[in-house]
């Protein structure tokens, strides 16, 4: 499975970007889809999970009420809103897939990943 993120770049404080998560030639409709993150020097961290239909999402203490995380099962894409982003939202951001349905937060959870996409909030 090839996962494709999308949507980083250079962003100002309190501005909003969306990532997109993808896989060409495979249907991600059955599964649950997590974002995490890595900033330089840190650890990996979740970021967000949803489930396969969408119906259930776990966030982040971190990002809770700023980033909502949904997906277009039609259009096998899985998005990241990102809104009001500061400093501390600069990372690596990753998208990866459960062989399951049901999100988590724990990265040992997940079996593909993408190449990861950056995204850096700077003025």
Known sequence: VQLQASGGGLVQPGRS???SCAAPGFSLDA??????????GKEREFVAAISYSGGITYYSNS??????????????????????????D?????????GTGQPMSSMLSYDYWGQGTQVTVSS
Do not use: H
């Open 17 to 19: 970007l969306r990532l």
């Open 31 to 40: 599964y649950a889809i997590g974002w995490f993150r890595q900033a330089p």
């Open 63 to 88: 990002v809770k009420g700023r980033f909502t995380i949904s997906r277009d099962n039609a259009k096998n894409t899985v998005y990241l809103q990102m809104n009001s982003l500061n400093p501390e």
């Open 90 to 98: 600069t990372a690596v951001y990753y998208c990866a897939q459960r």
